[in-house]
């Protein structure tokens, strides 16, 4: 007879005995699993400041784009989430289309790096990084791809700089911090930053990941765990559960000065919507921001909701703007098999229709 959630004891009886078949197919599995590493595809240190590097990624074939793309990720994470690994990378997939693709590592600040203001981020490290492709290609402007936080450092870097920026892509980006949806936002709009700051310093990247990993508290700590034992017979899928588990755990800290200026002018004060936003002794204008746009948002974004991305249309000066919804989440859109295929053809037919 079945109880009250449709269960019999037969059903009961072979569920357990399929848990204790992959428990004890792990002890196999386990002892195979090869240590797991991100950032599938060789590069090469091409530019450097500090702690800050620039790389390029070498393809199997030479480029045919007549411009690098940029690849400027947020801070919170490591950058290699676009090339996770050889079937998931968003890399890979440019690359085989002929782009010449250059990404940059933030690096791990320590203390020495508190006080990195925005103004470091944008005009040193972004910038110098645009000016190392723009020299070296002699070029007067080059293409960029900012992701999350890195989009939103585009777009200061696009606003303060039009000339230097050909083609701007953005993906899943947030432009209105205040819309409704918005949990982050939500969290920050009471946060006495100052009082954060001044008291830890830096930012530990621990506190960042209990942060995003509270969001979605029963998938992110109990589902997911608890998914785990239905792949414990099959090594390439463990070892891709382990190899995303590194990437979200091997978190820089972040440096206090620039945590405090973002929450601020951002989080707090909307600063794309409402006006305000100043780049060391330069206000950022999302109207100056006149070349071409490619905005690419996640339907299931969790982090960055759609209408916080989408909200870019009605606030730059160019009216080639393209927009691509991708049916996904904030990390699907990276990793998942829709996004090898949609999304590489789409970065790269969009810039050749404009090379």
Known sequence: ?????????????????????????????????????YGATAKQEVWRDGKVVLYRFIGDKAPTATAPLLISYALVNRPYMVDLQADRSIVKGLLERGEDVYIIDWGYPDRSDKFLTLEDYIERFLGGAVDHLRKSFKLDAINLLGICQGGAFS?????????????LITM????????????????????DVDLF???????????????????????????????LVDILDDKKAVEDFLRMEKWIFDSP??????????????????????????????????????????????????LVPPASSKALKDLIGTDDYTELSFK????????????????????????????
């Not at 899943?172 to 946060?191: C, I």
């Not at 936003?277 to 996640?298: C, K, R, S, Y």
């Not at 990390?331 to 969009?350: C, D, F, L, M």
Request: charged share 15%; net charge negative; glycine share 10%.
């Open 1 to 37: 007879m079945n109880g009250p959630l449709n269960f019999t004891p037969d059903a009961l009886a072979g569920e357990a005995m399929r848990m204790q078949g992959k428990l004890g197919a792990a002890l196999d599995t386990l002892k195979q699993v090869d240590d797991v590493h």
């Open 197 to 227: 700051v001044d008291t830890l310093g830096n930012v530990p990247a621990d506190l960042m990941n209990m942060c995003y990993l509270t969001l979605k508290p029963w998938r992110l700590f109990v589902q997911k765990y608890v998914g």
């Open 328 to 355: 996904g989440g904030h990390i699907g859109i990276y990793v998942s098999g829709r996004a090898q295929k949609e999304v590489p053809n789409t970065i790269h037919e969009w810039l050749v229709q404009r090379s």
């Open 155 to 167: 777009l200061c870097y696009a606003s303060l700089h039009p000339g230097k920026i050909r083609n």
């Open 172 to 191: 899943v980006t947030p432009v209105d911090f205040h819309t409704p949806d918005n949990m982050l936002s939500n969290w920050t709009q009471g946060m």
């Open 253 to 302: 800290d972040q440096a206090g000065e620039a945590f405090r200026q973002f929450i601020k002018q951002f989080y707090q004060a909307n600063g794309f919507v409402n006006g305000g936003i100043t780049i060391g002794d330069n206000e950022v204008h999302l109207g100056m921001v006149d070349m071409p746009i490619l905005n690419i948002f996640a339907e299931q974004d969790h």
